[in-house]
């Protein structure tokens, strides 16, 4: 298998590269043939918040992917740090029993808090809305918006069909890249709008809440999904 493992490097941490470069290692014992791909275009200095670096950044990954015969993209954020056995679990979702055309792994937003939720804030998770799929801006909420238990019982199921996951670590098939650029739309980062475009596009969807991925502050802090303490 031809993957293509990026990381766009808007604020590259140095536990994101060296869990990267263990995917690396894990994609060759595996048998795969990967490149590897970290743009840093952070053409637009007055982009504070870097929502336009970002897109730009995206915007390279699909050009570079589309234009090879890769068969995967996996995606790493510049600040999130991937379990080992990480990459394994995520071509699982797209190549054994579950034959999905995206698989996410989890980790907690670093800035959104809303009623219900832990202090670390609400995960990357979003759960179908399969008959209200207009409801919320992402397609569905967070599977820790709801509080305990029900957070507490997605997270027993391990894999679980969801309507997104962000762009933090996930692995695509080709066709998902084919059909699907990267756009925005108003406010929000464009992982926003990959969501709803997938989504909307009808392809399979699935989460594993045992690949629990770290997501670094800026303050230094590595943040973790809460109560996910057995697969830590």
């Not at 399969?130 to 199921?157: C, F, H, T, V």
């Not at 391990?158 to 066709?175: E, H, M, N, Q, T």
């Amino acid at each position: 298998m031809y993957l293509l493992l990026s990381c766009p490097a808007y604020r590259l941490e140095w536990e994101t590269y060296a869990s990267i470069y263990d995917m690396w290692e894990e994609a060759q014992d595996l048998g795969h043939r990967v490149d590897l791909y970290f743009p840093n275009d952070n053409r637009i200095p007055q982009d504070r918040k870097g929502i336009q670096n970002h897109l730009a950044q995206y915007k390279l990954i699909r050009e570079r992917f589309l234009s090879h015969d890769y068969q995967v993209w996996v995606n790493v954020e510049s600040d999130v740090v991937v379990p080992t056995g990480g990459l394994t679990k995520l071509l699982d979702m797209l190549y054994g029993d579950l034959n999905a055309d995206v698989g996410y792994g989890m980790y907690v937003f670093r800035n959104w808090n809303k009623k219900g939720e832990s202090a670390a804030g609400a995960v990357n998770l979003h759960y179908r809305y399969r008959e209200r799929p207009l409801e919320s801006m992402n397609i569905g909420n967070p599977i820790s918006a709801d509080g305990m238990p029900s957070y507490q019982e997605w997270l027993e199921k391990g894999r679980i069909p969801v309507s997104g996951g962000a762009l933090g670590i996930l692995a695509a098939k080709r066709p998902v890249l084919e059909k699907v650029d990267f756009r925005l739309l108003g406010g929000g980062h464009c992982d926003v709008y990959f969501m709803h475009d997938v989504w909307s596009a009808g392809f399979d969807q699935w989460g594993d809440t045992s690949i629990v991925c770290g997501h670094k502050h800026t303050d230094g802090t590595i943040l973790f999904p809460p109560h996910c303490e057995p697969w830590l």
